[in-house]
């Protein structure tokens, strides 16, 4: 498989949930998440350190791990009016960021994640933040950008857990399926 690197958008990615972390603080909890982005959303204004965590490629017919990268990235968030745009050097760009109120995301990275060991699943976050993934504000950025293989159409998916912490996804889908690559990440402040 020739080589492949996402290193734009999925370095800006991370995953750093541990149980000691217990995503146990409520304060983004609502009947209505939108409320709280109504209220709050400027609060997420600011520098945000990224990181990767586990993922997966296909690529090829062919699957593989994408471990956990150790590098950290800055992503920044601006709010305007209700309006948010996030911007990361690693893309190279400024994409709009919403609320998302699309189907619940699925956080698990695919079967051959298996070989990364345990990553919580939906239900397990739910647990650990003690609501409803659904009572808390998802945010959803798209866009697309230049790597050296391609374009890279990419999908960020957050939830807030706190005004200084997110988890989510990414995938990002190269030169239009000749590869998809998914990543865990984590956004904190």
């Given at each position: 498989m020739p080589p492949f690197s996402f290193r734009s958008f999925v370095s800006i990615c991370v995953f750093t949930l541990t149980a000691g972390q217990a995503l146990a603080d409520s304060?983004?909890?609502?009947?209505?998440?939108?409320?709280?982005?109504a209220e709050n959303g400027h609060l997420l204004e600011g520098t945000w350190v990224t990181q990767s965590g586990a993922g997966s490629l296909s690529m090829g017919g062919q699957s593989m791990v994408l471990p956990v990268q150790n590098e950290a990235f800055d992503a920044i968030i601006t709010w305007n009016g209700g309006a948010m745009e996030i911007t990361s050097t690693m893309v190279q760009g400024q994409f709009p960021l919403t609320v998302w109120d699309g189907p619940r995301f699925n956080y698990t990275p695919?079967?051959?994640?298996?070989?990364?060991?345990?990553?919580?699943?939906?239900?397990?976050l739910e647990i650990l933040h003690?609501?409803?993934i659904r009572m808390q504000p998802q945010l959803h950025s798209t866009g697309t950008y230049q790597e050296p293989e391609g374009t890279v159409e990419f999908n960020l998916y957050l939830t807030v857990q706190s005004a200084d912490h997110m988890v989510g996804?990414?995938?990002?889908?190269?030169?239009?399926?000749?590869?998809?690559a998914r990543r865990w990440i984590t956004f904190r402040k």
């Open positions: 304060e983004t909890c609502y009947d209505d998440p939108t409320q709280w982005m695919g079967a051959e994640s298996e070989a990364l060991g345990k990553v919580p699943d939906m239900d397990e003690g609501c409803s996804v990414t995938k990002g889908v190269l030169n239009g399926g000749q590869g998809v």
